[in-house]
């Protein structure tokens, strides 16, 4: 929690002017109301969501610790000029591996080591979901390495560094769905399911990049959101859904080459793997594309308030699809996260993150996004691509 100091230094102007412009009867009276009646600081929450570090990757071909480095940013500043800010909570939304196949114990050990470049947070205050590179094979005990390494329900501690009793907001649930509240927003983490195996998943080949959810994931997303229409609900999962942001459309994962033939671009092509639905959640357990949570919102608008995703990787400003990285639809805010990555799908890759500031009895959320390298624009605050997003209901710090 944070406390705007401009409203300290506000009242203090404005006693200050009192004094000076009135008597000392009114300067008094001032002073009196004030002791009376402070003026209430704004309470803030800021969530600093992060995605796709894709740890291995950029460590293999720049020698680039592409997670230490965001973090070192936010606390310390850039060496390119980026400035430091505050954050509460922060969410890594999947692909910490930047692996084809199934991720390895050094990879691992080298993620937990970059998450230790925090000096004035704590491991617990972030919260990770797992991404398709994240993901074991079929034939390996399930998304073994994600539970091991990145362990968000604090079962592994040994190994992850991640120890429940630290946690500022608690996890319920599992390393696969899990929910946790700050005041009156109610957090629902789904992991991918890229582990189940071709079509929908990995195999010998390597990964496939379309999203999946199991149907126990939906019916308990489902259930969650019914149960709790009272509270701000923010929806996390690797991937966005079909159609709401940047290259999330059919194909659009994709280009074509001169003689019409599909090709890499934003993500791998593997004909076998769903590939039109390379870009979004595409697979409810073996069903493809399958639009679940799309057919929920389309009848239930405002459901939830925000859906939280990545996977995509791409620089603040593209609008493949004629959509952007923040867009509306269905009543409920989607925003691609995008990647701190700069050699994981190099061609598109611009390392970013999103900072949301919560206000007190705000329905509206600041938006800012940080770029943590220089090569789109200067690195730190991106104004260009800062907004503000309603919610359906004020933010309260306490319920
Ligand atoms: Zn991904």
């Given at each position: 929690?944070?406390?705007?100091?401009?409203?300290?230094?506000?009242?203090?102007?404005?006693?200050?002017?009192?004094?000076?412009?009135?008597?000392?009867?009114?300067?008094?009276?001032?002073?009196?109301?004030?002791?009376?009646?402070?003026?209430?600081?704004?309470?803030?929450?800021?969530?600093?969501?992060?995605?796709?570090?894709?740890?291995?990757?950029?460590?293999?071909?720049?020698?680039?610790?592409?997670?230490?480095?965001?973090?070192?940013?936010?606390?310390?500043?850039?060496?390119?000029?980026?400035?430091?800010?505050?954050?509460?909570?922060?969410?890594?939304?999947?692909?910490?591996?930047?692996?084809?196949?199934?991720?390895?114990?050094?990879?691992?050990?080298?993620?937990?080591?970059?998450?230790?470049?925090?000096?004035?947070?704590?491991?617990?205050?972030?919260?990770?979901?797992?991404?398709?590179?994240?993901?074991?094979?079929?034939?390996?005990?399930?998304?073994?390495?994600?539970?091991?390494?990145?362990?968000?329900?604090?079962?592994?501690?040994?190994?992850?560094?991640?120890?429940?009793?630290?946690?500022?907001?608690?996890?319920?649930?599992?390393?696969?769905?899990?929910?946790?509240?700050?005041?009156?927003?109610?957090?629902?983490?789904?992991?991918?399911?890229?582990?189940?195996?071709?079509?929908?998943?990995?195999?010998?080949?390597?990964?496939?990049?379309?999203?999946?959810?199991?149907?126990?994931?939906?019916?308990?997303?489902?259930?969650?959101?019914?149960?709790?229409?009272?509270?701000?609900?923010?929806?996390?999962?690797?991937?966005?859904l079909k159609e709401t942001t940047v290259a999330s459309g059919e194909w659009e994962g994709f280009k074509k080459t001169k003689d019409g033939k599909w090709q890499s671009n934003y993500h791998g092509?593997?004909?076998?793997?769903?590939?039109?639905?390379?870009?979004?959640?595409?697979?409810?357990?073996?069903?493809?594309?399958?639009?679940?949570?799309e057919t929920y919102l389309t009848e239930n608008p405002g459901a939830i308030d925000l859906w939280l995703g990545a996977h995509t990787h791409t620089n603040p400003d593209d609008r493949k699809g004629?959509?952007?990285?923040?867009?509306?639809?269905?009543?409920?805010?989607?925003?691609?996260?995008?990647?701190?990555?700069?050699?994981?799908?190099?061609?598109?890759?611009?390392?970013?993150?999103?900072?949301?500031?919560?206000?007190?009895?705000?329905?509206?959320?600041r938006v800012q996004c940080y770029l943590h390298t220089s090569q789109f624009q200067p690195q730190g605050w991106y104004v260009n691509a800062e907004c503000v997003i309603d919610l359906g209901k004020?933010?309260?710090?306490?319920?």
């Amino acid at each position: 929690m944070t406390f705007d100091k401009q409203t300290r230094r506000e009242f203090s102007l404005r006693s200050a002017q009192a004094l000076s412009a009135g008597s000392v009867v009114n300067a008094l009276a001032v002073a009196a109301r004030a002791e009376d009646h402070p003026p209430k600081p704004a309470k803030t929450f800021r969530l600093w969501a992060t995605s796709d570090a894709h740890v291995g990757t950029d460590l293999r071909h720049h020698k680039r610790e592409s997670l230490a480095d965001a973090i070192r940013q936010s606390e310390r500043g850039g060496d390119q000029g980026g400035p430091p800010f505050e954050w509460d909570v922060a969410l890594h939304l999947g692909d910490s591996s930047g692996n084809q196949g199934s991720p390895k114990d050094d990879e691992g050990q080298e993620v937990v080591r970059q998450f230790g470049a925090a000096r004035q947070h704590v491991r617990e205050q972030f919260y990770n979901l797992a991404g398709n590179h994240d993901a074991t094979f079929a034939d390996e005990e399930t998304q073994w390495w994600f539970r091991k390494w990145l362990d968000p329900t604090g079962e592994n501690t040994k190994y992850s560094g991640v120890d429940a009793k630290n946690r500022p907001y608690p996890v319920e649930g599992t390393w696969e769905r899990y929910t946790f509240r700050v005041g009156n927003l109610l957090f629902a983490m789904m992991s991918d399911r890229n582990d189940i195996g071709p079509p929908v998943g990995r195999g010998a080949r390597g990964g496939y990049p379309a999203g999946a959810v199991t149907g126990e994931t939906f019916a308990w997303w489902k259930s969650l959101v019914r149960k709790n229409s009272e509270s701000i609900i923010i929806s996390a999962h690797h991937h966005m859904l079909k159609e709401t942001t940047v290259a999330s459309g059919e194909w659009e994962g994709f280009k074509k080459t001169k003689d019409g033939k599909w090709q890499s671009n934003y993500h791998g092509y593997f004909p076998q793997g769903g590939p039109q639905g390379a870009s979004y959640l595409y697979w409810i357990d073996d069903k493809p594309d399958a639009q679940a949570f799309e057919t929920y919102l389309t009848e239930n608008p405002g459901a939830i308030d925000l859906w939280l995703g990545a996977h995509t990787h791409t620089n603040p400003d593209d609008r493949k699809g004629g959509r952007g990285h923040v867009e509306r639809k269905w009543e409920v805010n989607f925003a691609n996260i995008s990647a701190l990555t700069k050699c994981h799908g190099h061609g598109h890759s611009t390392p970013m993150s999103r900072l949301f500031t919560f206000t007190e009895g705000s329905n509206q959320v600041r938006v800012q996004c940080y770029l943590h390298t220089s090569q789109f624009q200067p690195q730190g605050w991106y104004v260009n691509a800062e907004c503000v997003i309603d919610l359906g209901k004020p933010f309260r710090m306490v319920v």
